[in-house]
């Protein structure tokens, strides 16, 4: 130990300066992407989580011995969090701090835009809990991402859905989503959506900064910034019936102060600086309190169902298809040979028409759904799929956007557990809308009238278009899996045993269902099931495999009335008598 | 009587073989016919005879493409084309087609579809074919009510219905197209003396409009009634020869 116990070792802003140089490049990352989220590595800081530390990082990164530091929290100066931080800057960094908006240089904030326009050469730090504005929807940050690299954000409207379909108008007030340069969906940290205005096109410079989630994101000047609504209900900010009691303004963030026990209270001006700055200039509210303030809800619309898109040729053509797995064994893990599950199977499926593959558990015919429909890959062979603008293209050669287009549009996948294919925690109307809202739909008036329709269309009260799909029994969910599966008029739908859990009442309903959807339809079909009677009644040609492969092909009746293969023979001796 | 080589035939069946391969039974070979050769023209009425288990449903079958037959060829006039296509060769797809437009079946036993009505069970072969959904359904409520079907039952599904209720709903279905060759299996084994004499009315109409019909009459009152000619289906028998 040497002598001097004068300094603790800080380095200017307290952040070393390889971790800052490793944040500026996030940020200049940030920066060039406009919207983007940034993965950054963040460091323990001598506050908690959730205290501002994605904002601190970055104010500390950016910060010269010449700036003048201002940092508020819900608009205000003088609370706790914009306290300690500015507290914290002035001894580890030494700079100048300030109250007044137009004498910063860098504004961290958390919860509020200051009511006075920011001008060029500003930069403004927002402090994020929660920078994926996709999380609440999607849990899987694996998927969050890649929907943000292929911009598929029909989801985001989900939720906009939602709010509408409870509360008659967008009810979402804060950390309101907004697209960025017509790219990259943000959550613009939880500000009022009064403030989203605020930051479109605004000349200063706006960096993100989430530090238990390791993410910064940033607006350059003059970005564009668009919050999300749908047609019939346009974005619309929070506006106030009264005026701040204290300094009288007008279309500023109000703040409900409670003065006393007995009810008073008073509604004042969010942003303390611009309440002190007009206070100074003359302007005296009065005081007393008025009536409170209760943002305007948009009118009920009213609209017609999307117009049905006409069915084109379709041809789904395999050719010598296999899926191996390997069997690694022993202390290296060689592989010492292969499962498998699809051994050299070619098929081919026509417009309006319906394909059985059955075959006993084990059979590969799962692996073969799943690999024709391109959510497994392939070992071998080729998958031609007919494209609605006449490409007959191998869906390996299609890019990732390509194939997840299709198959949110052209293709549906009624899975055996209805769970797999609904989101549980959405209502039964935003389930059946969400796909329609990924093909571009922003009329919520339409939607909703469709989404209504699609559940009468399956049997499913309309009044229950507002429960989730927790509530709903078995059948239910299973008919309204296929109702957001049918919703965009797909021309291809893969099924996996959709009738496997039902008994057998609920069975024949959606059996009866199915068949009645893909004759009105024109749909292409792939039916994999383990029960003959499902293959009899909606297919009119099958195939039954074994072990991986074909053991016997044709029109499904005679498959079925005249087996040819052992195999076939032993199943169809198995069916029960009724 | 008509010449049946002077039309143009309908229905060629030239030389098919069938025979079952149990494959449960240890592959034993059950050989059913052999050498099966007939045409069909328009108007004409072919009633395949002989004792039971000789073969004759499984003709028809394999004249609907329900069994695959071994060999031989059997040549159906398309509706749609004009041209023979050999449903024997097995393509599904050919078949399908023929189905749709050219051939139609009434089958001894109704495969009840569940929940589906009897109307709508009925209505179905014309929808299939591009008919409007109300035109269709009017269209077979006419044929159940000519053939005595109660109209309370029409939109109850045929599962729970008697036996001639159910025949009278498969013959409805059957006969409301215009397929230019119609297979009728026994169509009025389970049917009352007023009943069978309606069908045997509608049969000899479809004859008057050029349907060529091959069938299996037991009721020797019914057959005498409509058959234009009788094949002895024994002549085919592949069993005597075994």
């Given amino acids: ?578 | 009587m008509i010449k049946a080589l002077d039309i143009e035939p309908l229905l060629c069946v030239d030389g098919v073989r069938k025979s079952f391969t149990m494959h449960l039974r240890g592959g034993i070979r059950l050989p059913v016919v052999e050498h099966v050769s007939f045409r069909l023209v328009p108007g004409e009425c072919v009633v395949l005879g002989g004792p039971s288990g000789v073969g004759k449903s499984s003709i028809l079958r394999m004249v609907y493409g329900n069994y695959a037959v071994d060999g031989g060829s059997i040549l159906v006039r398309d509706r749609v084309s004009g041209e023979m296509a050999d449903l024997a060769a097995g393509d599904p797809r050919v078949i399908l087609d023929l189905r749709r437009d050219s051939i139609g079946y009434v089958s001894q036993f109704l495969r009840a579809v569940p929940r589906v009505s009897a109307i709508d069970v009925v209505a179905e072969p014309l929808i299939a074919r591009g008919v409007d959904r109300t035109a269709a359904t009017a269209k077979a409520g006419e044929m159940l009510e000519r053939l005595h079907l109660p109209p309370a039952l029409f939109s109850l599904p045929p599962a729970t219905f008697s036996g001639g209720e159910k025949q009278r709903v498969n013959i409805a279905r059957g006969f409301i197209t215009d397929h230019p060759v119609l297979l009728l299996d026994e169509p009025t084994a389970s049917l009352d003396a007023a009943n069978r004499d309606i069908v045997v009315t509608m049969i000899r109409e479809k004859l008057a409009g050029g349907t060529a019909i091959l069938g299996i009459f037991h009721d020797i009152p019914v057959r005498e009634a409509v058959a234009t000619r009788i094949i002895d289906v024994s002549a085919f028998s592949a069993r005597k020869a075994a």
């Avoid at chain 1, 910060?63 to 706790?80: H, M, S």
């Avoid at chain 1, 769970?419 to 339409?446: I, K």
């Avoid at chain 1, 099924?495 to 024109?522: I, K, W």
């Fill in chain 1, 1 to 578: 130990m040497s002598a001097a116990p004068t300094l603790p070792a800080y380095n200017f802003a307290y952040l070393d300066e390889q971790t800052k140089r490793m944040i500026r490049r996030a940020i200049l990352k940030a920066i060039a992407i406009p919207g983007y989220q940034v993965p950054f590595a963040s460091r323990e800081m001598p506050m908690p989580y959730g205290w501002g530390t994605g904002g601190v990082q970055v104010t500390a990164s950016i910060l010269g011995p010449d700036d003048v530091l201002k940092v508020i929290d819900q608009g205000a100066d003088d609370t706790t969090n914009a306290v300690s931080i500015r507290a914290f800057f002035a001894k580890v960094a030494n700079v100048a701090t300030t109250t007044k908006t137009s004498d910063a240089t860098i504004i961290q904030t958390r919860l509020r835009i200051p009511e006075a326009p920011l001008r060029a050469g500003q930069t403004i730090v927002y402090q994020v809990p929660i920078p994926e504005p996709l999380r609440f929807l999607e849990p899987r940050e694996t998927e969050t991402r890649v929907m943000h690299g292929l911009a598929e954000y029909g989801l985001i409207h989900v939720k906009l859905y939602e709010d509408i379909a409870q509360h008659g108008h967008i009810a979402t007030t804060y950390a309101y989503p907004v697209k960025v340069e017509g790219r990259y969906v943000m959550d613009p940290s939880p500000i009022p959506k009064f403030d989203n205005p605020k930051m479109h096109r605004s000349p200063a410079l706006q960096l993100f900064g989430a530090g238990r989630e390791k993410r910064i994101y940033a607006l350059p000047p003059f970005t564009d910034v668009v919050s999300l609504d749908f047609e019939d209900h346009p974005f619309q900010v929070q506006k106030f019936s009264s005026r701040c009691a204290l300094c009288d303004a007008a279309n500023v963030y109000l703040d409900e102060v409670v003065t006393d026990d007995r009810g008073g209270r008073m509604f004042v001006c969010s942003d303390t600086d611009h309440c002190e700055t007009r206070r100074a200039e003359g302007h005296l509210g009065p005081r007393p309190p008025q009536e409170s303030s209760i943002p305007e809800a948009a009118p009920e619309p009213k609209g017609a169902p999307p117009a049905r898109s006409t069915d084109a040729p379709v041809v789904v053509k395999g050719d010598d298809i296999k899926v191996w797995f390997p069997i690694k064994q022993g202390f290296l893990r060689r592989t010492v040979g292969h499962v498998k599950a699809v051994d050299g199977i070619s098929l081919e499926v026509r417009e309006g028409q319906t394909l059985g593959v059955v075959g006993e558990s084990g059979s590969g015919k799962t692996t073969l759904l799943n690999c024709i429909s391109g959510r497994l890959e392939r070992s071998a062979g080729e998958i031609r799929y007919r494209m609605r603008d006449g490409r007959f293209p191998d869906l390996a050669d299609l890019t990732e956007a390509e194939r997840r287009f299709l198959m949110r549009t052209d293709w549906g996948f009624v899975h055996q557990n209805p769970a797999d294919g609904l989101r549980m925690r959405v209502s039964a109307g935003a389930n059946v809308g969400e796909r329609l809202m990924a093909v571009g739909e922003r009329h919520y008036g339409n939607i909703r009238q469709t989404a209504t329709d699609w559940l009468e269309r399956v049997e499913i009260a309309a009044a229950r278009i507002d429960d989730q799909p927790v509530a709903f029994s078995g059948g239910m969910r299973q008919r309204l899996q296929i109702a957001r599966n049918l919703v965009t008029h797909p021309r291809l739908i893969f099924m996996d045993e959709p009738t496997g859990g039902l008994d057998v009442s609920v069975q024949a309903r959606v059996l009866d269902l199915l068949r009645m959807l893909v004759a009105d339809l024109g749909l292409s079909v792939v039916i994999v099931t383990h029960d003959l009677a499902v293959a009899r009644l909606l297919s009119q040609r099958m195939i039954v495999m074994k072990s991986g492969r074909i053991v016997e092909q044709g029109l499904t009746d005679r498959v079925l009335d005249d087996p040819h293969h052992p195999y076939t023979q032993l199943l169809v001796a198995s069916i029960p008598e009724s």
